[in-house]
């Protein structure tokens, strides 16, 4: 039996945007239905064919953009105004939506979410049903999982981990080595 080669979406050349250094993204138009995406309707902007699957219902739509060598798959979605760049990976069940960053080679993955003006990068991840929104901001190799929580102006850097369903909130970082797990909440004023 032969393998669909069917594609989910094409370029649409007439409607770019151009961020400098020459890269060139593309509006993305759905060929066919798939998920809650109905055949015709218009997506996000990516600068290639690799930057989104054909397969799965993996999609970018609204004002989103997805360049360099990152890449969106599995069933993720990236909507509104996100950016997902460099090297960085949206997968499964993941969704990445408002103003949201994720950059480098951060990846999100499951069903995590990373949304508001939050920016997951360095080599962060963010796993599971673990929740990133505000202003907070994950990188160096920290890692949220397991329906961990990072809101506010919160962040979470070098080699920190939150999991289990702990929260951090307001002004707090949560650096170094450091493990927050369980019903732990860490919260920080400036």
């Given at each position: 039996?032969?393998?669909?080669?069917?594609?989910?979406?094409?370029?649409?050349?007439?409607?770019?945007?151009?961020?400098?250094?020459?890269?060139?993204?593309?509006?993305?138009?759905?060929?066919?239905g798939f998920g809650n995406v109905k055949k015709g309707e218009l997506g996000g902007y990516v600068e290639k064919e690799g930057n989104l699957c054909h397969?799965?219902?993996?999609?970018v739509t609204g004002n989103a953009k997805v360049y360099g060598s990152a890449r969106v798959s599995g069933d993720a979605e990236v909507s509104g105004n996100a950016k997902v760049f460099g090297n960085a990976e949206v997968i499964d069940n993941a969704?990445?939506?408002?103003?949201?960053?994720?950059?480098?080679?951060?990846?999100?993955?499951?069903?995590?979410?990373?949304?508001?003006?939050?920016?997951?990068?360095?080599?962060?991840?963010?796993?599971?049903?673990?929740?990133?929104?505000?202003?907070?901001k994950v990188y160096g190799n920290a890692s949220l999982h397991?329906?961990?929580?990072?809101?506010?102006?919160a962040k979470v850097y070098d080699n920190a981990n939150v999991l289990h369903g702990a929260k951090v909130t307001g002004n707090a970082e949560v650096s170094g080595d450091a493990w927050i797990s369980g019903d732990a909440e860490v919260s920080g004023n400036a």
């Open positions: 039996m032969e393998q669909s080669t069917a594609k989910k979406y094409e370029f649409l050349i007439n409607d770019t945007i151009e961020l400098g250094g020459g890269v060139t993204l593309f509006r993305i138009k759905a060929l066919i397969s799965g219902k993996a999609w969704k990445v939506y408002d103003n949201a960053l994720v950059s480098d080679n951060a990846w999100v993955a499951d069903d995590a979410e990373v949304s508001g003006n939050a920016k997951v990068s360095g080599h962060a991840k963010v796993l599971g049903r673990a929740m990133v929104t505000g202003h907070a397991d329906s961990a929580w990072l809101c506010d102006n």
